[in-house]
């Protein structure tokens, strides 16, 4: 009897008397932020499940400038918007809705994510998300001395909230008509805000490299960063993570091994149009390997950059017939979308 009544009592609702109490306690709890970014995401999420007029008229009980914007964001009429009055439930859900408030603020990844997404692909466009296309030629050294060409996506979400980095790498070249290489390198990182200065993230890499002693290598950790430095020209991150490696040998198959990650960060605006990049990593197991990579990116214009990148890989342990050290350079023109 108790669903049947509630579902009744919902569909009576008239866009005009706005938002079932737990919608509006979470666009008030998105408004109390200040922040337009965060308003907007929350409409544009209620936007999935409510009509826009009701919306619009649950924005308008904050203010009438947030349902201004809301009826903006929308794509309504800027008609005068009059606040209907608050529901008697309120009265009666107001812990309730505290809660579901509270909830909002403390886990924004549950709100954040969908909404950056559903404004990426409905505009093609969004303040946080970024992503890369790259094109360029990389020499390597060490095990091989080859020229070859690479292709590779990218997409990044501004850590504001939660954010997320993913990667994808394509090498191949051809020597006497052999293929020469054919290397694939994916990696994903997602990660939110524990803190004005620390962050919980979840980090995977898998890497296929032919001329090398494996088939694939990959890692799959969870662990937390801090942020020893924040400033407008320069930032530095901290990260360490406990995880799994896997690993498949040409000759001794597939295994798996524990392993932990430690990553330093660092980034300095040279210039108002030049970055450069340094990422020093460990990642201690049996066969245990570190990176050393530097990035320096020189902006071409409002979308283009050319990037010179240089990583230099020791391994510990490496397999017979493989030198312990390898560099390689790359040169790449970078489009962003």
């Known amino acids: 009897m108790i669903l049947p009544a509630l579902a009744a009592s919902a569909l009576a609702l008239s866009p005009a ?14 408004a ?58 309120i009265a009666v859900e107001t812990d309730a809705a ?71 790498t394509y090498s191949y070249s051809e020597v006497d008509d052999n293929v020469g290489r054919d290397e694939l390198i994916v990696k994903a990182r997602g990660e939110r805000e524990a803190g004005e200065r620390w962050t919980l993230f979840s980090n995977t890499e898998w890497e296929r490299d032919q001329v090398s002693g494996f088939d694939w290598t990959g890692f799959l950790g969870v662990g937390a960063g801090y942020r020893a430095l924040q400033g407008e020209k320069v930032e530095w991150t901290l990260r360490a993570a406990p995880g799994v490696r896997y690993i498949s040998e040409v000759d001794n198959g597939d295994y798996l091994e524990g392993a932990f990650d430690l990553l330093s960060d660092m980034e300095l605006q040279l210039s108002g149009s030049m970055r ?55 040169l790449a023109l970078i489009r962003e979308f």
């Open 98 to 168: 505290r809660d579901t408030a509270l909830a909002a603020k403390r886990d924004p990844f549950w709100i954040a994510a969908p909404a950056s997404a559903v404004q990426l692909i409905s505009r093609a466009h969004s303040e946080l998300w970024t992503g890369k296309v790259r094109l360029g030629v990389r020499a390597d050294s060490g095990d091989t001395e080859r020229l070859d060409y690479t292709l590779g996506l990218g997409a990044e979400r501004e850590l504001v909230g939660w954010g997320f980095e993913t990667s994808a």
């Open 17 to 30: 008397e706005g938002l079932e109490p737990p919608y509006q306690a979470l666009l008030t709890a998105a």
């Open 32 to 89: 109390a932020e200040e922040d337009d970014a965060i308003f907007t995401n929350a409409v544009s999420v209620l936007a999935l499940t409510r009509s826009a007029e009701r919306i619009a008229a649950g924005a308008a009980r904050i203010s009438h400038r947030h349902g201004v914007t809301a009826r903006r964001i929308l794509g309504l009429p800027m008609a005068p918007v009059t606040p209907a009055p608050e529901p008697a439930v």
């Open 276 to 330: 450069l990049e340094s990422e020093t990593r460990l990642l201690a197991s049996n066969s245990a390997r570190a990176d050393q990579l530097f990035r320096l990116n020189t902006d071409l214009g409002e979308l283009w950059s050319l990037e010179v990148r240089y990583r230099y890989r020791y391994e510990f342990d490496p397999e017979p017939g493989f030198e312990a050290g390898d560099s390689r350079t790359d």
